[in-house]
């Protein structure tokens, strides 16, 4: 194994991604934190908007 | 952002979207510019994570408990000349430590041979993807030290005074770091790359 090699290797692992589901449900799990950290931080005329409006700030914009 | 403005569901580009912008707004309880910055890090963060981890899915797990605890942190992130991402790679950093104590055993080569890190690329290429699951083994053997500097080096392609910047080393102790941690790389992914060859003789 050299170097080049071994760097190539490397760059090649740029390529990964997460993947779709698991994004899907971190950003369901962001858009609850979020929701508590509103309620913690006192926020709650936050809270009145709907739900659909907080989750679209997390949703893929692709 | 003033209380009762409306909070904006999307972010342009330019001024508005630069890193700085996005966390001030996101402090200021702007859930889409959070939303922008989890965007813009998320597969940096899981490529980290994958090789703190070895496998997609606990990369996936401890991706989603660095953004969480970023997202509960933001309030005490403070600039001064260090970029948001270094922010997230400690956290990820911490993070990783945080769950390797919990772990029972430390993973072993075969268990990361027989998962790979994505299906996609087996498909396209089972001799790559062979080579980027013993190269994920041979990474998470490496010291922290050694293993930030070469995924910020290597694998994101950060330049070596920016690694200096985010780690708070200087741009000749990183190079020096990258020397050593490349030269431990290569002998784990040789050791690594011995033991799955010994076990497909087995089977």
Known sequence: ?62 | MAVGRARPVDLTGGEAGTDEALVRAAKSGDASAFGELYERYRDAIYRYCLSRTGTAHDAEDLTSDVFVKALHSIDSYQERGLPFVAFLYRIARNAAIDRARTMKQPLSVDELVTEPSSKQNVEADASLAVDSSILLAALTKLKTEHRDVIVMRFIEGYSALEVAAALGKTEGAVRTLQHRALERLRKEFDDAERDAARKVRRS
């Open chain 1, 1 to 62: 194994m050299n170097d080049d090699r071994l760097v190539r290797m490397l760059a090649a692992l740029r390529t990964e991604r997460m993947e779709r589901t698991a994004d899907q449900k971190l950003r369901a799990r962001l858009e609850n934190a979020w929701t508590v950290r509103e309620t913690q931080s006192g926020l709650g005329w936050r809270l009145r908007r709907p739900l659909a409006t907080s989750a679209s700030s997390f949703a893929r914009r692709s």
